[in-house]
């Protein structure tokens, strides 16, 4: 079988992910062996592979590979999320483009658009993800509107509805004008900002006196209902029973007393807009103040605003800065540094609004999911996010649920006679439930919810759902496959997803919902920032895959991404990344290029053959360990350095034939049998060149991605430690002969001052070229000389040294070595730096003055022994 000069890492991937789908490989059904599952974290339907999807994937399919390697009924559920904001905002652009309004269309008629969108855009991730080598089940893909899948969440909610953890109300939310649509707390992100502090003095009624607030917000005072201080503050208590007015619409306010207000921030003074405030609303509902909302839902000025009615908040902010200077009720403006809140998803600057929404009660919901989470029940790796997770567990608020949207689950609440309402799986059920108050109503005087639900009201049910775990909760999928094993996800969706998934596992199903959450971190460029199309940092995987291979790419990604952490990624890592399938498919050309014979093994093969059994065992029980801890990198680290330092650098080196010759069939069929122990190793990491190695060391049915995960045999510590005592050996003969330039063609002689011989003697002898080891009682003169702890060794000059040259060398050490203890010498005679200075210092000085002696005495003893030769 011939063997290519080079891996091609394009046609292995696409030979060998056909193969292995062919097979079915990934897919799993319930059987008696035991499963072992992992949910994808469902990317959104719009999106396309960037980094961080490639680092969460790559370490998900690790996990799955090794896992059906080690026996287990591996199953990875890939899907995707309907992702309601961000797909609905595509489809809504993609129809302006063809000159269509959403306005224009009915919802059934959106929808409709909608799911072409879906169905022609939806799949690419999905695909691009087997460019990756993802062995996911793709027969298993769901969706996260799916028909049954919907059925879930509707179900769901009218289950949390009757429970009374479903409830409907007007209360603040976070509106994004963008989207129009209200927003929970956790996909608001709050940004350090640039404003502009902005003092506005009010009328005080029947008085010339005046009182001056400051806002960032001076659109906002045209919905002020009143102005606040503390009683407290001795500045004002002459004015209870006052009346403000609010400049420009000359509207008449009550001026109120309460705690709340700071004295010492600001002016003491505070505008009170219950409508745009969460705290003004507070301070509004407990003073029984109006309630004016200024704002439409797209973020432009109300009929309520009496001014600037339709135009824009922002295009409002500075017209109204310029009005109030003309008027002469602008003291002044300051530069701010303050924190504003923008959507996750448009980036909007989001405006706290009053809004009739549906919320779920989430304090009791909470209560297992911090309790398990707490007592490792679920573990996080790296633990360190368990004081994040509990401390927004501890401060949860109700989530808000509904989105005013048309994309998602529609909200099976159904309205009749004006607000009366009935909340349904399906509108015949609810005409039943209408009908127990109202006989008469019929199924056309019904009319259902316009908004549908938060995306993540379906993707808290994801583990449950894909196994049909809601409709049919006894069903042999979910008694087999749940609780899932692990779940590889994102710090910034700890709340968002992880949190709600713990809590939907305990309610629906009584159990968690998985028993380890890999928290990954920020894949970040050389500077630091995270990767973004909007900052144009971020490569295209496939391109980096086709330009380094998948292989390359996996590896590269892997190289310095520990749990928890950030990833400063470097184009470079996925170059070291693709050297090292080169590396290996190398060493396996050299081996498959050998002839071999049935002759005599020699003793050095045999040693090398023992050592590396032993060293690929107790490797094997370091991945191991590593894997247990979820360090996945630490692993990866691991088989790299095995391949690398331990296989290629020093076995091969020491089993090699001499050139022209052959090598013994036992040593041979060893070194293959260690090679493929590797190739199981790297499997999980680089799938498509251990299969591809697996097979052209020869034809056989078995495929690599289903054999036995390499088991560890009893190490010979003993036999590791001479091994790393040996190579200290080689590694000084070999300074020798680099120093001095000597060919290793050129045999040399080694002379050791030793109470006992070591054991790898033969090994020393063939990777240095040695003629002979001799034992000696004295020091050689005329010779290089090393030691190794309490051992000597010698290498007598040859005739191609120029010794001379060599004595001068070493002469120029020794001086330059004196001059630096005299240095030392000076600095611990000086009493006063021995009492001051600090005692690391001193200590540090010290170890200088004792390796100066040494060494000066070394050097000494090495010129004597030139000059004797």
Excluded at 355 to 361: E, P, T
Excluded at 415 to 439: D, P, R
Excluded at 684 to 702: Q, T, V
């Amino acid at each position: 079988m011939s063997i290519p000069i080079t891996f091609s890492p394009t046609e292995a991937e696409n030979k060998w992910y056909q193969h292995w789908m062919d097979k079915g490989y990934f897919h799993s059904t319930p059987d008696e062996r035991e499963a072992y599952t992992i949910v994808i974290p469902p990317p959104n339907v719009t999106g396309v592979l960037h980094m961080g999807h490639m680092m969460n994937n790559t370490l998900q399919d690790v996990m799955i590979r090794r896992a059906r390697m080690m026996g287990y009924n591996a199953c990875w559920v890939p899907g995707t999320d309907h992702a309601s904001i961000a797909t609905e905002a595509k489809v809504v652009q993609k129809l302006a483009e063809e000159g269509i309004q959403k306005s224009d269309l009915t919802r059934e008629e959106f929808l409709s658009h909608a799911f072409e969108w879906k169905d022609k855009h939806g799949g690419i991730i999905l695909e691009q993800l087997k460019k990756l080598g993802a062995s996911c089940d793709w027969e298993r893909t769901k969706f996260t509107m799916d028909d049954d899948m919907s059925e879930s969440v509707i179900k769901v909610f009218v289950d949390l509805h009757q429970k009374g953890l479903i409830y409907r109300g007007v209360r603040m939310v976070n509106w994004d004008p963008s989207a129009q649509t209200a927003l929970s707390d956790e996909e608001v992100i709050h940004k350090e900002v640039k404003s502009k502090l902005y003092y506005i003095s009010y009328n005080i009624e029947g008085s010339d006196e005046k009182l001056t607030i400051a806002t960032t917000r001076p659109e906002t005072i045209l919905g002020d209902s009143a102005i606040c201080v503390n009683p407290n503050d001795e500045r004002y208590t002459h004015l209870k029973g006052k009346k403000a007015i609010v400049p420009l619409v000359d509207r008449v306010i009550p001026i109120i007393f309460d705690e709340y207000v700071d004295i010492e921030f600001g002016t003491g003074a505070l505008k009170i807009t219950p409508a745009h405030d969460i705290n003004d609303y507070q301070l509004g509902d407990k003073h029984g103040l109006e309630t004016i909302d200024i704002l439409n839902d797209d973020g432009t000025l109300s009929e309520a605003a009496q001014l600037y009615v339709g135009k824009d908040r922002f295009v409002v902010r500075e017209e109204i800065a310029a009005d109030l200077k003309a008027e002469g009720y602008l003291v002044k403006t300051e530069e701010y540094q303050n924190k504003v809140g923008f959507s996750e998803r448009t980036d909007a600057v989001i405006e706290p609004k009053l809004s009739m929404q549906w919320f779920c009660k989430m304090e009791e919901f909470s209560k297992p999911a911090l309790e398990n989470v707490m007592n490792d029940n679920i573990q996080f790796h790296p633990a360190k996010f368990k004081n994040t997770y509990r401390h927004w567990m501890e401060n949860i608020k109700d989530w808000c649920v509904s989105r005013q949207l048309w994309w998602g689950q529609q909200i099976p609440a159904y309205y009749y006679e004006g607000n009366k309402f009935v909340v349904a799986e399906t509108k015949a059920e609810a005409l039943i439930l209408a009908q127990k108050e109202n006989s008469t109503i019929t199924l056309s005087d019904l009319r259902q919810d316009e908004d549908v639900l938060d995306t993540w009201f379906s993707s808290w049910l994801w583990p449950i759902s894909v196994f049909d775990g809601i409709r049919n909760p006894d069903n042999e999928e979910i008694n087999y496959y749940y609780p899932t094993n692990d779940l590889v996800t994102a710090p910034e969706i700890l709340f968002f997803w992880v949190a709600r998934m713990v809590m939907a596992g305990y309610e629906y199903q009584g159990k968690l919902p998985f028993k380890n959450v890999y928290l990954t971190g920020i894949v970040r460029d050389k500077q630091g920032r995270k990767m973004s199309k909007s900052l144009g940092n971020s490569p295209d995987p496939i391109t980096l895959m086709k330009k380094y291979g998948a292989d390359g790419v996996r590896v590269g990604m892997l190289l310095c991404s520990p749990a928890g952490n950030d990833l400063p990624f470097d184009e470079r890592l996925c170059e070291q990344g693709r050297n090292f399938p080169n590396k290996i498919w190398n060493a396996f050309r050299l081996i498959k290029g050998w002839e071999v014979a049935d002759i005599n093994q020699p003793e050095s093969a045999k040693q090398a053959i023992d050592w590396f059994e032993n060293k690929i065992s107790k490797v094997i029980t370091e991945i191991d360990e590593s894997y247990s801890k979820y360090r996945i990198s630490e692993s990866l680290m691991g088989t790299y350095k095995l391949v690398w330092d331990d296989f290629c650098s020093w076995y091969l080196e020491m089993i090699k034939p001499a050139y022209g010759s052959p090598i013994d069939s036992i040593t041979y069929n060893k070194t293959i049998e260690q090679l493929e122990k590797i190739l199981k190793l790297l499997h999980p990491f680089m799938p498509f060149i251990s299969e591809e190695i697996w097979h052209l060391i020869k034809e056989r049915e078995e495929d690599i991605i289903v054999s036995d995960w390499p088991e560890a045999n009893t190490i010979d510590e003993n036999l590791l430690s001479d091994f790393d005592f040996t190579t200290e050996i080689v590694s000084g003969i070999r300074n020798i002969r680099k120093q001095q330039n000597i060919p290793n063609i050129e045999k040399l002689e080694l002379k050791v001052i030793s109470d006992t011989e070591n054991k790898m003697d033969v090994i020393i002898q063939k990777l240095c070229n040695l003629s002979e080891i001799n034992y000696v009682t004295e020091k050689i003169s005329g010779a290089f000389s090393f030691m190794v702890k309490s051992n000597e060794y010698f290498v007598p000059l040859s005739d191609s040294i120029d010794v001379e040259a060599e004595i001068e060398k070493l002469q120029k050490e020794l001086d330059y070595t004196k001059g630096f203890l005299k240095i030392v010498e000076g600095k611990l005679s000086n009493d006063k730096f021995v009492q001051n200075a600090p005692q690391q210092l001193v200590d540090n000085e010290k170890n200088k003055l004792a390796d100066a002696k040494t060494k000066i005495e070394i050097l000494a003893e090495k010129i004597s022994a030139l000059s004797d030769a």
